[in-house]
Every structure is written in structure tokens, then in C-alpha cells.
């Protein structure tokens, strides 16, 4: 199984609302990855984790909140987003963090819409 | 620090054709891979084809190739025989180690376009 599964794949919320991204892969990969996307132009890295340790936030601001309850699933919580905020989040994941030759595998995405 | 530069925002290519799509790069690191994904409109990241920073051949990949020049810093690909669904967007991008260690850095797209 070499795919990353991401819900939802549309979101529509609100800045008062809370909701969450989830991410989930099966294929032993121990870094797991959130991107920002904007239209047209490259992911931007949000957080990386290895071995379900936070290794790298990209100064995020804390209205994004990531958490690795295991080796296979990764969540990012949202709350008090702001319209800014809507682009498309991706998640990735790779054998190791450290190494330069494990290509990411990415899921599909989800598209947010911050109203 | 790592940057990826792809000068490209857009290119056409006939159907069957093969077409070139550049990528330059630097870093500060010894070892590095350079990637290629291909973003489709419906958004997911396709990994296409890795070269890493020691290897002495070129890689390929089916129709992909990358034509890897070290001393030139340029990692193009290389996709021959066109078809209509290689329209999309195309980043090449690299991760490195030491200082760079975890962290993939993205060019900023080429959009390629099949015509038929």
C-alpha cells in the first residue's frame, strides 16, 4: 500500500469554528509532513514529524495545531482561522525525516474555505 | 540555505513530442536529491523521478529522465513522447542534509501544457 489517505476533501468553515485535517498511511514511513498551498504556487511547509515527535515547525501561527497520536496518523486541529487561511493542505510522508533520497509520498489534499 | 529556480511558468508541447522542463538549484550541503512532482488539477503531488547528489548516471523512469549537471547546478526533466495527460503543473524540488536535513524546498512550478 503505498498511498496517504487525507479527509476530508472539501472543508467550508468559519473563523469561530474548530475543526481538523486528518492524514493516515500505512507504508511503515516514520516523518510525516504538513504543506500549505496556495493556487498556483508551491507547498510551503507548516511541520514535519519524526517518530511521532514534532521536529520542525515553520513558525506556524498557533491557530494550526498539529498532533501525531501514532506512527501512522497525523491530525492538524484548526481553530479561529482566518480567511487567509483557505488554500489546499497537504500531507506527506517518507521513510526518514533526515535523508536526502526517501522521496515524500503526498496525499490528495484538502481544499479549505475559510468564510 | 537551498533554493530551487525553474524559469519556466508555462510551456506548450505537441502530442508525441518531448520536451524539456528546467530546474536549477543551490545549496550549501555535500549531498542533496533532487526530485520531481507532478501536480495534476486535481491537486495531488505524483512523485516522478529521483537524482542524487553522488549518483553518476542520469535517472530514469519509464518516459521521464533527468538531466543532471552538477557543475552546472541544473536538474531538468526530460519527458518524451507527450501525451495528453502529462498536462499539469511540474515542481522540481530538493532536500538536503546537515543544515537543510528534513526540509524539501520547492521551485516554483512549470505548467505544461499537451496539445493535440
Known amino acids: 500500500d503505498t498511498e496517504v489517505t487525507q479527509t476530508p476533501k472539501h472543508l467550508v468553515m468559519g473563523m469561530t469554528n474548530k475543526k481538523s485535517l486528518k492524514c493516515e498511511q500505512h507504508?511503515?514511513?516514520?516523518?510525516m509532513y504538513w504543506y500549505k498551498q496556495k493556487a498556483k504556487k508551491p507547498p510551503e511547509l507548516m511541520f514535519v514529524?519524526?517518530?511521532?515527535?514534532?521536529?520542525i515547525n515553520e513558525s506556524v501561527p498557533s491557530r494550526f495545531s498539529p498532533e501525531c497520536p501514532n506512527s501512522s496518523l497525523l491530525n492538524l486541529h484548526l481553530h479561529a482561522l482566518q480567511p487567509e487561511d483557505s488554500a489546499l493542505y497537504l500531507c506527506?510522508?517518507?521513510?526518514?525525516?533526515?535523508?536526502?533520497?526517501?522521496?515524500?509520498?503526498f496525499g490528495p489534499g484538502t481544499r479549505l474555505t475559510v468564510l | 540555505a537551498q533554493k530551487i529556480t525553474q524559469t519556466q511558468p508555462g510551456m506548450f508541447v505537441q502530442e508525441k513530442e518531448a520536451v524539456t522542463l528546467d530546474c536549477t538549484y543551490d545549496?550549501?550541503?555535500?549531498?542533496?536529491?533532487l526530485f520531481w512532482y507532478k501536480q495534476p488539477s486535481s491537486g495531488e503531488m505524483i512523485f516522478l523521478i529521483y537524482?542524487?547528489?553522488?549518483?553518476?548516471q542520469n535517472a530514469t523512469e519509464g518516459r521521464y529522465s533527468l538531466n543532471f549537471q552538477k557543475a552546472r547546478k541544473s536538474a531538468n526533466l526530460v519527458i518524451s513522447a507527450s501525451q495528453l495527460g502529462d498536462s499539469a503543473m511540474y515542481f522540481c524540488?530538493?532536500?538536503?542534509?546537515?543544515?537543510?536535513?528534513?526540509?524539501?524546498?520547492f521551485g516554483d512550478g512549470t505548467t505544461l501544457t499537451v496539445k493535440p
Open positions: 506527506a510522508s517518507a521513510a526518514s525525516w533526515g535523508s536526502s533520497y526517501n522521496e515524500q509520498f
Open positions: 545549496t550549501s550541503d555535500p549531498s542533496y536529491g
Open positions: 507504508m511503515g514511513h516514520r516523518a
Open positions: 537524482q542524487g547528489s553522488y549518483d553518476q
Open positions: 514529524y519524526s517518530y511521532e515527535k514534532l521536529s
Open positions: 524540488a530538493m532536500r538536503g542534509t546537515n543544515t537543510n536535513a528534513g526540509k524539501s524546498t
